[in-house]
């Protein structure tokens, strides 16, 4: 695949490449993949280009490239951590995260099917396979939408992408939970700062925050009363998990916790132009959450 003029190449044995990476679930497309730990390995290459253009993302080096953006993008789509190494760096201990993410499920699951036919044929018959081409063309689509100045103003830079990483890769649900919350907070920080002070934006209850982002994402059209009450038995829950360092003790808290890192998703793929895609009938669990009676917390 291309993205944005950098050529992707799968590696001749890519089948057993992918096969040790790690693989939580068996399934069988392709390639047969078996339930394994797992660990890293090289799956492609990437054609270098001659005259890079600079990363758009605050990486913090002045010598990031678009390259490095892009990665970040394959890593939150593909739930993996994506990077490049080159030969000089072989014998360099690898920090990145082998096991694959928790979360990202949703964003993936978003990217369009496309059915490519035109593709190059097998060498033994005219016949030109079917490829899926969905992948390609909206990565370079989001990448291209993310360089764009109306993007970069309105996000201040795309910061909350590097807490989208953190947010989604395998850890504890607490702690997944609370990345989770600072990206709304972010959020809201950054679509509000030029007509509230900072010093307000920190005054404003956590549960407007959400209601805020819930509503301008479209994720709900209103927040009614009701609502309201179900919100901030979610920042109870976020108060408590700070504060005391666990979740209080409900037989729901665990469920009400993941479909707020589901809603992340949601949002973070609208923020892509993408339509989120349901596959964890997230807008469904929202509606009854927003409805329902609440649970009493037992607290310790």
Same mark, same amino acid.
């Given at each position: 695949m291309t993205i944005f003029d950098y050529k992707f190449v799968k590696v001749d044995e890519y089948p057993t490449?992918?096969?040790?990476?790690?693989?939580?679930?068996? %399934?069988?497309?392709?390639?047969? /993949?078996k339930i394994n730990t797992g660990e890293h390995a090289i799956t492609g290459f990437v054609e270098p280009i001659k005259r890079e253009q600079k990363a758009i993302l605050e990486w913090g080096s002045t010598k990031s490239a $678009? *390259?490095?953006? /892009?990665?970040?993008?394959?890593? *939150? &789509?593909?739930?993996?951590?994506?990077?490049?190494?080159?030969?000089?760096?072989?014998?360099?201990a690898t920090i990145a995260d082998p096991r694959q993410y928790s979360g990202g499920g949703i964003l993936y699951s978003s990217? #369009? %099917?496309?059915?490519?036919?035109?593709?190059?044929?097998?060498?033994?018959?005219? /016949? $030109?396979? #079917?490829?899926?081409?969905? &992948?390609?063309?909206?990565i370079t689509k989001i990448y291209t939408l993310i360089r764009s100045k109306e993007w970069q103003d309105k996000y201040r830079g795309g910061y909350f992408l590097f807490l989208a990483q953190q947010a989604f890769r395998r850890q504890h649900l607490e702690t997944a939970f609370t990345q989770s919350w600072?990206?709304?907070?972010?959020? &809201? $920080?950054? *679509?509000?700062?030029?007509?509230?002070?900072g010093k307000r934006i920190q005054q404003i209850e956590a549960s407007e925050k959400i209601s805020y982002i819930l509503t301008t994402y479209g994720l709900r059209g209103e927040i009614d009363n009701k609502s309201r009450e179900r919100i901030s038995s979610l920042v109870e829950v976020r108060n408590r998990l700070i504060h005391f360092g666990r979740f209080p003790v409900r037989s729901d808290v665990h469920t009400d916790a993941v479909l707020f890192m589901e809603l992340t998703e949601f949002v973070l793929a609208k923020i892509f132009g993408l339509l989120p895609s349901g596959v964890f009938n997230t807008m469904e669990k929202l509606e009854k959450f927003l409805t329902e009676q609440g649970k009493v917390n037992t607290w310790r």
């Open positions: 490449q992918l096969q040790k990476l790690q693989q939580l679930v068996a %399934y069988h497309s392709d390639v047969q /993949i $678009a *390259l490095d953006d /892009i990665l970040l993008l394959l890593s *939150l &789509f593909t739930r993996r951590d994506v990077f490049v190494m080159d030969k000089s760096e072989k014998n360099m990217i #369009p %099917y496309k059915v490519d036919t035109s593709g190059e044929s097998n060498r033994s018959s005219s /016949i $030109a396979f #079917p490829c899926d081409i969905g &992948f390609e063309e909206s600072t990206i709304w907070e972010h959020l &809201f $920080a950054i *679509l509000n700062q030029n007509w509230l002070s």
